[in-house]
C-alpha cells in the first residue's frame, strides 16, 4: 500500500504560480507512474500531468506550456510547477500513484483558487 500525501495549494491571483508537492511512502515497486489530477465543482475528476518512473511525462492539452511535473526519487516526492494560472485552474489537486495510467493508490487533495 502506497501512502501519499499533497501539500503546497492555496489562493493564488490570476497569472501567479504554485508549486504542489506529493510525498509517497510505501512499496512502490509495482508502480510505474505518478499523475496530478485535478477536479472542480460539478466537473469530472481529469488528468492534468503524468510523470514515469523513467521521467517521461504527459500533459494535458489545457496545461502545456504553463505547468511542469518533475521527481526526486530520492525524496519519493513528485511536484507540479504551476505557472501562469487561471481562475479555470481552481479545483481540488490529487496526486496518485498508478500502474499503466491506472490509478492505485490516491492523497488526499490539495485545494488551489486562483482568483481573477
Known amino acids: 500500500q502506497v501512502q501519499l500525501v499533497e501539500s503546497g495549494g492555496g489562493l493564488v491571483q490570476a497569472g501567479g504560480s504554485l508549486r504542489l508537492s506529493c510525498a509517497a511512502s510505501?512499496?512502490?515497486?509495482?508502480?510505474?507512474?505518478m499523475g496530478w489530477y485535478r477536479q472542480s465543482p460539478g466537473k469530472q475528476r481529469e488528468l492534468v500531468a503524468r510523470?514515469?518512473?523513467?521521467?517521461?511525462?504527459n500533459y494535458a492539452e489545457s496545461v502545456k506550456g504553463r505547468f511542469t511535473v518533475s521527481r526526486d526519487n530520492a525524496k519519493n516526492t513528485v511536484y507540479l510547477q504551476m505557472n501562469s494560472l487561471k481562475p479555470e485552474d481552481t479545483a481540488v489537486y490529487y496526486c496518485?500513484?498508478?500502474?499503466?495510467?491506472?490509478?492505485?493508490?490516491w492523497g488526499q487533495g490539495t485545494q488551489v483558487t486562483v482568483s481573477s
Open positions: 510505501g512499496s512502490m515497486s509495482s508502480l510505474n507512474g
Open positions: 496518485a500513484a498508478d500502474r499503466n495510467w491506472s490509478p492505485r493508490s
Open positions: 510523470i514515469t518512473s523513467g521521467g517521461s511525462t
